[in-house]
């Protein structure tokens, strides 16, 4: 069984902060990986996407691939409260597999 | 606006009694998929169709049809609810791969 794996928290950091969410992945034939955003009670929203290793940023989002330890992550920085949501992790070999989430909670 | 539109945004029904859930898209998109969102288990995909008239199974299929008649249209079909198949089912499409998934807004089902 193919799998995505994050912590699911919740994760608490004080406004300003950088929040750090996780993710590993079982299936080295992943090619690209995607970080959804979850507020509660809505439906999932795509904010980063990343093909190569390294990082790539947007604003400020960073993610972080690095394929030879399967590991993806991704970093908030400047954390808001409104960055309180559920992250999804997600890996695409083939088919999308979603990790399970892990829920962010920024503290004024 | 561009938007997935799901309805009914929740839905209680007994044992048995057939239901559909409908999912409508704007978008022009050819690929289409419904997953269902447990607590714990994240995003499971249950079926998604490539284009019109092209359907497959995803990771949890029992108990679920589908039909793609027509390409704006993916519904999802319960044949004999049970109470296992309570959850949060999400419709979602993009472009013709999965890069940029585009989600309804939710049907939250509860099976008595």
């Known amino acids: 069984q193919k799998e995505v794996e994050q912590n699911s928290g919740p994760l608490s950091v004080p406004e300003g902060a950088i929040a750090s969410l996780n993710c590993t992945y079982s299936?080295?034939?992943?090619?690209?990986f995607f970080w959804y955003r979850q507020y509660s009670g809505k439906s999932p929203e795509l904010i980063m996407f990343i093909y190569s290793n390294g990082d790539k940023e947007d604003g400020r989002f960073t993610a972080q691939l690095n394929k030879a330890s399967q590991y993806v992550s991704l970093l908030i920085r400047d954390s808001q409260p409104s960055d309180s949501a559920t992250y999804l992790c997600?890996?695409?070999?083939?088919?999308?597999?979603f990790g399970q989430g892990t829920e962010l909670s920024v503290k004024p | 606006e561009a938007q997935v539109t799901q309805n009914p945004r929740y839905l209680i029904t007994v044992t048995g009694k057939k239901l559909t859930v409908t999912c409508s898209q704007n978008m022009n998109h050819e690929y289409m998929s419904w997953y269902r969102q447990d607590p714990g288990l994240g995003l499971r995909q249950i079926y998604y169709?490539?284009?019109?008239?092209?359907?497959d199974k995803g990771d949890v299929p029992e108990g679920y049809k589908v039909s793609r008649k027509e390409k704006r249209n993916f519904p999802l079909i319960l044949e004999s609810p049970s109470p296992n198949q309570t959850s949060l089912y999400f419709c979602a499409s993009s472009t013709g791969g999965i890069e940029k998934l585009f989600f309804g807004s939710g049907t939250q089902l509860s099976v008595l």
């Open positions: 997600a890996g695409q070999g083939g088919k999308l597999i």
């Open positions: 169709s490539m284009n019109v008239e092209v359907t």
């Open positions: 299936d080295r034939g992943s090619q690209s």
